[in-house]
């Protein structure tokens, strides 16, 4: 079997990494609640940024659950589990002892004299908010090791012929008139049946399953359409219906959102998430179709930046909280220069870090779940012209 590199879902990848640093820069901004927050607050941001919120996570686990049928596709299930035990679990536990507690820290500050002070709390293992030990927006690498271990018979299953009948009825199903609405039906129906016992989203597994089963529709609805070719040749062919009614979408979307009292009806509330998960859907799926038009190209940036997501991902949040902090206390808080200069310092920061710390040296590119690095004898190998016998 040939390996096949789509270079769209790449592109999207590095795009949806980068929408992540741009929502939590916003979050030292708006009024909802973070870990801290700059003097001044933008009533206006909250527009994009509540835009943002449902959807940037569901695209980034749409192209998680694509990438996920292709590493089933070359590896043995227990070669696969391995290999994702040690790319998303050795990050998430270094994650966890170095690069969250900075955030934790800059929270609390005034409490400790030190930050090697405040470190030592971290190994009594009381979970945030009580204590220091937290994965904070690691939370996702942990989601993913979950969907990728309790999917896999499903997963198999998919894979395997005994669901080419299945296939073919999706497929059927999709290709009529308002067929990939249909998806959108056993995420609502989860939400009715688990929002009412868990009705906020925590990121912290063990009171978050409305949102945990939630992101896994998005993540099994990637692995459906890596594996099932045809649906992403339906997502190309509708791309045009899908962004008109992404569009209608978000008007209806911030429509709502403007009357939404501050104690809604239950229906009321459903109403609202009705609204923003059609939104954020048929927002993914025209991103999905265009991107199979215009990002189709591989270059060197592009492996580049793919390569850099993952660890960017894991320090962007860390660098975002401490150059927020200090530029909050150099006396700028007006929100449009600050955000820029909290954007980009935090943004040079992780790329600094990743380019010149983690990616040279193999024991950091482990704990950063990166690939080792090639060979040098294979590259000079590769470099040496071949000649006719």
Known sequence: MQRTRYHDLDWLRVIAIL??????????????EWHIKNPMISTTLVYPMAWL??????????????????????????????????????PLLFGMLVIVP???YFEHITEY???????RTVFNFVPYPEGSFSWHHLWFI????????????????????????????????VSRPGGFGLFLIPLFVSQLILRPYFPETTNSLVDDWASFTYYLGFFLFG???CQERRLWEEILERRRGNAVIALVMIVAFFTVRAHYPDSASSAYVYFYMFTAATMAWYWILTMMGYARTLLTRD???????????YPFYILHQTAIITVAYYVS?????????????????????????YHFVIRPFGPLRFVFGMKPRPRLAAKRRAAVPQTAA
Request: proline share 5%.
């Open 329 to 353: 206390r150099s006396g700028l808080v007006s929100v449009v220069p600050s955000y820029l200069v909290v954007l980009t310092g935090s943004f040079v920061l992780s790329m600094g870090l």
């Open 299 to 309: 270059n060197a940036f592009l492996r580049y930046a793919n390569e850099a997501t």
């Open 113 to 119: 004299g030190s930050y090697w002070e405040f470190w």
């Open 223 to 225: 692995f459906v359409c």
């Open 19 to 32: 929408l992540l640093q741009l929502f939590h820069t916003g979050m030292f901004y708006v009024p909802w």
């Open 102 to 104: 900075p955030q934790i």
């Open 142 to 173: 942990l989601y993913l090791m979950l969907y990728s271990a309790v999917g896999l018979p499903l997963m198999l299953y998919l894979r395997s012929d005994r669901s080419a009948r299945f296939r073919d009825g999706l497929v059927r199903l």
């Open 53 to 90: 919120h449902y959807w940037r996570m569901p695209l980034l686990l749409v192209i998680s659950g694509a990438g996920t049928c292709f590493a089933l596709g070359f590896r043995s299930p227990g070669v696969y589990l391995k290999e994702r035990w040690k790319r998303l679990m050795t």
